[in-house]
């Protein structure tokens, strides 16, 4: 049956380490990728490893190209007006610093069809965060950042579409420093402002950017349980957030499961036949670093699965989506119809966390979050993100949902096949994503 023994459901709804770990990393507060806030919520992990009984936790470090938060300004020069207060512009992480003058030219929802007949060549590009309905899938920030910078702009304005003077961050780092033109992002009710007087004649805008771009460390965490077998299932989260808020859904609850599926398991640790590891990766929002680096240096074929926790607790109804390996599929479908709880599968390609770089090079891997109706990526990546949106109720849902399927998964009767990673750029072509 998929389901942990009752005794193990009982205990999860009665004890709060999870939630205390949760609470210490949003008190950090400022965790942003290589700076000392990331360092402490590393150490809090590892402390948490500890406690819950993990054995071999080890922190890692790795070297980051690091970005660090000074000013920012957007400047409407015909109307002798200047937005600089943070509750109206903020700059990307990964931006380069610099300082341009140029029309402001909104391409709507930044589609490529928008992006194909806009005339963005020396101008400052600026583009929603809504992907339309009508669109055949979410287009990421990125997405529409790099398309800006090929369509030869010299900015770039990400103007939010939820209200709440809530300007959105994200990265936009290349591979190894800054991208290529500065970049900020704007609440919806500056950006509504702007985009009002962008129509009917050119409007001339100014966008100042001051920040730093300098190599630093980030860390990843990590803790085993288990049989000591060849190969392992990986479970992950992120610990590193955005410094404008405390990360409490992107993703300190992520990484606060990672550690309360861990205790849970470790009651049931004699059931398992596959060694399961459990990981809180580094320098996620400044381009999946962390993940990368484990990836890069350790065999690939010594994963049996990647279950990865992102963007997870603000809803109790876990949703997961699986990429297209059906042994993924069938086991959190299993978990669903023995706990009598709704859980949404798909198998959509989902290129934008932790698992990514492993599930592109072919690795079973899922990532699971928590299902809403909203159109948007809620409160992440704003002031917002903060531990008043969450509820410990939710909280403890989760983690049974979570670890009944990494339980699951832990047993010898589900063997997730591994594909190559032409396999994947197919799955990822047929829903209209180019990764290659």
């Given at each position: 049956?998929?389901?942990?023994?009752?005794?193990?459901?009982?205990?999860?709804?009665?004890?709060?380490?999870?939630?205390?770990?949760?609470?210490?990393?949003?008190?950090?507060?400022?965790?942003?990728?290589?700076?000392?806030?990331?360092?402490?919520?590393?150490?809090?992990?590892?402390?948490?490893?500890?406690?819950?009984?993990?054995?071999?936790?080890?922190?890692?470090?790795?070297?980051?190209?690091?970005?660090?938060?000074?000013?920012?300004?957007?400047?409407?020069?015909?109307?002798?007006?200047?937005?600089?207060?943070?509750?109206?512009?903020?700059?990307?992480?990964?931006?380069?610093?610099?300082?341009?003058?140029?029309?402001?030219?909104?391409?709507?929802?930044?589609?490529?069809?928008?992006?194909?007949?806009?005339?963005?060549?020396?101008?400052?590009?600026?583009?929603?965060?809504?992907?339309?309905?009508?669109?055949?899938?979410?287009?990421?920030?990125?997405?529409?950042?790099?398309?800006a910078v090929e369509?030869g702009a010299v900015?770039?304005?990400?103007?939010?579409?939820?209200?709440?003077?809530?300007?959105?961050?994200?990265?936009?780092?290349?591979?190894?420093?800054?991208?290529?033109?500065?970049?900020?992002?704007?609440?919806?009710?500056?950006?509504?402002?702007?985009?009002?007087?962008?129509?009917?004649?050119?409007?001339?805008?100014?966008?100042?950017?001051?920040?730093?771009?300098?190599?630093?460390?980030?860390?990843?965490?990590?803790?085993v349980l288990g049989?000591?077998?060849?190969?392992?299932?990986?479970?992950?989260?992120?610990?590193?957030?955005?410094?404008?808020?405390?990360?409490?859904?992107?993703?300190?609850?992520?990484?606060?499961?990672?550690?309360?599926?861990?205790?849970?398991?470790?009651?049931?640790?004699?059931?398992?036949?596959?060694?399961?590891?459990?990981?809180?990766?580094?320098?996620?929002?400044?381009?999946?670093?962390?993940?990368?680096?484990?990836?890069?240096?350790?065999?690939?074929?010594?994963?049996?699965?990647?279950?990865?926790?992102?963007?997870?607790?603000?809803?109790?109804?876990?949703?997961?989506?699986?990429?297209?390996?059906?042994?993924?599929?069938?086991?959190?479908?299993?978990?669903?119809?023995?706990?009598?709880?709704?859980?949404?599968?798909?198998?959509?390609?989902?290129?934008?966390?932790?698992?990514?770089?492993?599930?592109?090079?072919?690795?079973?891997?899922?990532?699971?979050?928590?299902?809403?109706?909203?159109?948007?990526?809620?409160?992440?990546?704003?002031?917002?993100?903060?531990?008043?949106?969450?509820?410990?109720?939710?909280?403890?849902?989760?983690?049974?949902?979570?670890?009944?399927?990494?339980?699951?998964?832990?047993?010898?009767?589900?063997?997730?096949?591994?594909?190559?990673?032409?396999?994947?750029?197919?799955?990822?072509?047929?829903?209209?994503?180019?990764?290659?």
């Amino acid at each position: 049956m998929a389901r942990l023994p009752d005794a193990v459901i009982g205990d999860a709804y009665r004890n709060s380490i999870a939630w205390k770990t949760l609470t210490s990393l949003v008190d950090i507060e400022n965790r942003m990728a290589g700076q000392d806030g990331e360092r402490d919520g590393a150490q809090c992990i590892a402390s948490t490893f500890e406690e819950v009984g993990l054995r071999d936790v080890a922190v890692e470090e790795f070297e980051v190209p690091g970005w660090w938060r000074e000013s920012s300004a957007l400047g409407l020069p015909e109307q002798e007006r200047s937005y600089v207060q943070q509750h109206q512009v903020l700059s990307l992480p990964g931006t380069p610093k610099g300082d341009q003058s140029a029309e402001l030219v909104d391409v709507g929802h930044g589609t490529p069809a928008e992006f194909e007949t806009a005339d963005l060549d020396g101008a400052i590009a600026m583009a929603s965060s809504k992907t339309p309905e009508t669109h055949d899938r979410w287009i990421h920030r990125k997405e529409k950042y790099e398309a800006a910078v090929e369509a030869g702009a010299v900015g770039f304005v990400f103007r939010n579409h939820v209200e709440g003077c809530l300007p959105p961050t994200g990265g936009i780092h290349q591979e190894n420093g800054p991208g290529d033109i500065p970049a900020v992002g704007v609440s919806r009710e500056l950006g509504h402002r702007l985009v009002r007087h962008c129509e009917g004649k050119p409007l001339r805008a100014t966008l100042s950017v001051d920040c730093r771009n300098e190599k630093t460390a980030s860390r990843n965490v990590s803790g085993v349980l288990g049989p000591d077998t060849e190969q392992r299932l990986l479970v992950s989260a992120h610990h590193d957030a955005h410094d404008i808020a405390e990360g409490a859904e992107d993703n300190g609850a992520g990484s606060a499961l990672v550690c309360e599926v861990a205790r849970l398991l470790s009651q049931i640790e004699d059931d398992l036949t596959v060694g399961v590891e459990f990981v809180t990766f580094g320098a996620e929002e400044i381009g999946l670093r962390g993940s990368a680096h484990m990836a890069d240096t350790r065999p690939l074929d010594d994963i049996k699965a990647i279950i990865n926790l992102d963007a997870i607790g603000g809803s109790r109804t876990l949703a997961v989506g699986t990429h297209g390996f059906d042994e993924l599929t069938s086991a959190f479908e299993a978990v669903s119809e023995s706990l009598e709880t709704p859980i949404e599968v798909d198998d959509e390609i989902v290129p934008h966390s932790d698992h990514w770089p492993f599930v592109k090079n072919g690795v079973p891997g899922l990532m699971a979050h928590s299902a809403s109706d909203s159109d948007d990526r809620g409160w992440g990546h704003t002031h917002a993100d903060t531990l008043d949106k969450l509820d410990k109720r939710d909280f403890r849902d989760l983690a049974v949902l979570v670890a009944s399927g990494v339980a699951e998964l832990a047993r010898d009767k589900r063997e997730p096949q591994h594909v190559d990673a032409k396999t994947i750029e197919e799955r990822a072509k047929a829903q209209g994503l180019d990764i290659s």
